[in-house]
């Protein structure tokens, strides 16, 4: 079966998952904004998450980068469901056995903090709040910390990609411009500094991105606008921008505007794994898991896959 065929099957699970759910949400909550059942397992869980018809590890890698845009599609169904979990956590998985081969991840302080991420949102929340009743609270607003880890690490992996034009600090040092709504953002003249994430992903975008890369983003930006109803503005990543800000400013923020973040964060990701070292280190890395489930009951080393 080809990569085309495999996500013919998955984008008409996700259809019919959003439809089972469609039929239910009404018993439920009428804002899909503040549901997050992570670990709900209905009929529609069963019948049809991705996991349940393909294990994520065996996957080809250009399918997987495709899943934190499809996946998205499953937040008009209220649910930020297992099948994130089991991306994110098989994605941390594959960035720890193989980021000695992978030049972006070789910073110890950029891999503890995808792992910072990553380790938030696959908490064994059940499992912790059941030891530890006085973590209910914080359990239960995880994808605000998350979100607040997601931003910082977003930045500073595009401004990483974007150092031609961009220091680490926020300092441009080489002009570009971004249109906005009603004007061009000139950077590099007067403009010194970068501070909105969604420019540098528009930088990151039109002039840094391979030509595979430039097209999921777009996908990522178009589903993203159906799902919420948002405005990307001129320059396409405008809701990022007010998500952020609301953040900051202690508004109101779902947990499904993490999960895009947490996403979006995959999809660079996967986009920096050659296929070759993919393939290569996919059989060494199922063999390790192996190994440890049997020689001890938990490791820092172990994120795939995901435990209630």
């Known amino acids: 079966m080809d990569n085309h065929e495999i996500l013919g099957n998955i984008k008409k699970l996700i259809e019919d998952y959003i439809k089972c759910w469609e039929r239910r949400k009404e018993k439920i909550v009428k804002s899909s904004k503040k549901v997050y059942l992570s670990t709900n397992l209905t009929s529609c869980e069963q019948k049809y998450l991705i996991i349940k018809h393909y294990p994520l590890h065996e996957l080809p890698l250009g399918v997987l980068r495709k899943l934190p845009i499809i996946l998205i599609r499953t937040h008009k169904a209220q649910n930020v469901n297992h099948d994130h979990k089991y991306l994110w956590a098989w994605v941390a998985q594959v960035v720890n056995e193989a980021g000695k081969e992978l030049t972006l991840f070789n910073s110890p302080e950029l891999l503890n903090q995808i792992n910072v991420l990553f380790r938030m949102n696959l908490l064994p929340a059940t499992r912790l709040t059941t030891a530890f009743p006085e973590l209910v609270e914080l359990i239960a607003k995880e994808f605000i910390i998350s979100a607040c880890l997601a931003f910082p690490l977003l930045e500073r992996l595009l401004k990483i990609k974007c150092a031609k034009h961009v220091k680490i600090d926020g300092t ?137």
Request: hydrophobic share 35%.
């Open 172 to 308: 441009v040092i080489k002009p570009f411009e971004v249109p906005g709504e009603r004007r061009v953002i000139r950077y590099g003249s007067k403009k010194r500094y970068i501070s909105k994430v969604g420019h540098l992903l528009y930088l990151f975008e039109h002039y840094y991105a391979s030509e595979d890369l430039r097209r999921d983003l777009e996908k990522f930006r178009s589903t993203c606008v159906d799902v919420y109803g948002e405005n990307g503005r001129g320059y396409g990543y405008y809701f990022i921008d007010r998500w952020r800000n609301i953040l900051l400013h202690s508004e109101e923020f779902w947990p499904v505007m993490n999960a895009v973040l947490v996403n979006l964060v995959t999809l660079f990701i996967l986009y920096e794994i050659p296929n070759d070292v993919y393939l290569g280190k996919r059989e060494m890395i199922l063999r390790n898991l192996i190994f440890r489930s049997k020689v001890t009951t938990g490791s820092p080393f172990v994120f795939y896959p995901p435990r209630d």
